[in-house]
């Protein structure tokens, strides 16, 4: 197996139940970690099935989420009310059953810019609101999806051009194979910055690309790109997209 510049754990939940448990107890340990260190707990969100299980983990977990900051690590170019914003579908499901959490704590794009400059003002944001004593900010924690063509946030298998992107830390992406087309997207110099990366997976129809990425780290996948270079990566597992890891 290649090598990982990370530490890298696998967590495999026998059920929905004990994944959100996973997740929560995740939030727990990167918040209390973060607490140490500042005042605020930073943590980029992706979409897809992830809004539903975080919105189950943090329902489930007594955390105070007074002092955390969320991001997206991608976003699609779509109005803020748009049913394929991400920002939409969190702030929708967090309205009614996380009200504690608000809107002034979701650190999101401005998608009435131009694409270019969106991602050019969305980086600008990370950087102003994560401060700049680093030349690269770094995330407490980044939650990750993959789809079932190993793409994760909006760095997609057929566009390998995104994977070499060295100085900016969010690109905008066109032609993206999975709709809407446009979209914005974090780098990997800021994603393999981060103190914790988790991956949450689910679903018997990932685990072929489960194995290729995590076991054979197979860089035809952009997912197999993401090693943090001084942080913990963890990918937490149903039964289902696990069943080709368990030895
Ligand atoms: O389009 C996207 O897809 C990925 C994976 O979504 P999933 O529903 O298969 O979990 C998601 O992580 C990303 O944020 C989103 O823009």
Redesign the pocket.
Known sequence: MPDRKCSFKISLAESEDKLIETVSNLLRRCSEQAKDRKATFSIG??????VQLLTKALRKSTLDTSNWEFFF????YVADDHSDS?FCAYRTEWLSQLPSILDSQFVKADTTKLLEECAADYEARVKVKLGNSHSVPQFDLLL?????DG????LFPEQPATLEETSRLVIPIRN?P?PPPE?ITFTLPLINNARDVAF???GAS?SDVVKRVFVDQDKQFPAAWVDPTNGQLTLIVDAGAGSQIIS
């Open positions: 969100l992706s979409g897809g099935s992830l690590c991608d976003e699609r991400t990750l999806g993959m789809g079932p793409h994760t946030c909006s993206s999975k979209r949450v997976v689910t990932k």
